[in-house]
């Protein structure tokens, strides 16, 4: 039997880490009051799904709303089920920085962490 549905009074479908919080917030810092950070899972990339980051001010009735140290972070219902169980994290490494999401659903991910296959 599938588990119930998630709604946004129920469970939350992914956290966040202090570094990806930090760096958000930095970001934040510099757009309009009341921007806030969209993560969605789209159809494409090279394994099949792919992460999308996008900088919002509205917010659907439905969304997940995440808050972590000053960080607003908006999740929909779809990619929600995709993401559960998720990290959001903010890495800083030789080959550069970015966000990326540990997600346990995924069975394999492309070298730079932005697309996923399940």
């Known amino acids: 039997r599938p588990p119930p549905a998630m709604t946004t009074e129920t469970a939350l479908p992914v956290a ?6 930090r760096r ?4 934040l810092a510099g ?3 009341g921007t806030m950070l969209r993560v969605a899972v789209n159809g494409g990339g090279c394994q099949g799904f792919s992460y999308d980051y996008s900088f ?14 000053g960080a607003t ?4 219902p779809v990619s929600a089920e995709y993401l559960a169980g998720s990290v959001l994290d903010w890495v800083d490494e030789l080959i550069g920085a970015s966000f990326q999401i540990r997600n346990p659903n ?3 991910s ?7 296959s399940l």
């Open 16 to 21: 966040i880490s202090p570094a990806a919080a």
């Open 24 to 27: 958000i917030g930095e970001i």
């Open 31 to 33: 757009e309009a009051p």
């Open 56 to 69: 919002t001010a509205e917010r659907a009735a439905d969304d997940f709303v995440l808050r972590e140290g």
């Open 73 to 76: 972070v908006l999740v929909d």
């Open 106 to 108: 995924a069975k394999s």
């Open 110 to 116: 492309c070298g730079c962490g932005t697309s996923f």
